[in-house]
């Protein structure tokens, strides 16, 4: 699992259950899942960064593997305080 910046990935510990990554709380929060966002299975996920919004890519075969889906964060303000909208993009293989 990559170490990228950003609490998505930074807090995620792999659930031997599962075989998969899942969120682990933070300094006492809990950690809240859905599964509405399902990703899928992939073995890459890059971070790209800009003033409102942080997108996840996920990919299966490394970093010039396949993309198989997208998760934009949108904040309220570029100081990333406030979560405004998550929207998953699935990519058709």
């Known amino acids: 699992m990559p170490q990228t910046e950003g609490y998505l990935i930074k807090n995620l510990v ?9 969120p682990q709380g933070i300094s006492g929060y809990p950690a809240y899942t859905t599964t509405g966002l399902g990703i899928g299975i992939y073995d890459y996920v890059s971070l790209t960064q800009a003033a409102l919004t942080d997108t996840y890519t996920f990919k299966t075969g490394g970093v010039g593997g396949t993309t198989i889906a997208t998760v934009v964060l949108t904040f309220t303000d570029s100081g990333k305080g406030t979560l405004s909208t998550v929207v998953k993009t ?4």
Do not use: K, L
């Open 90 to 93: 699935p990519v058709t293989v």
């Open 14 to 22: 792999w659930d031997t259950t599962s075989a998969g990554w899942v």
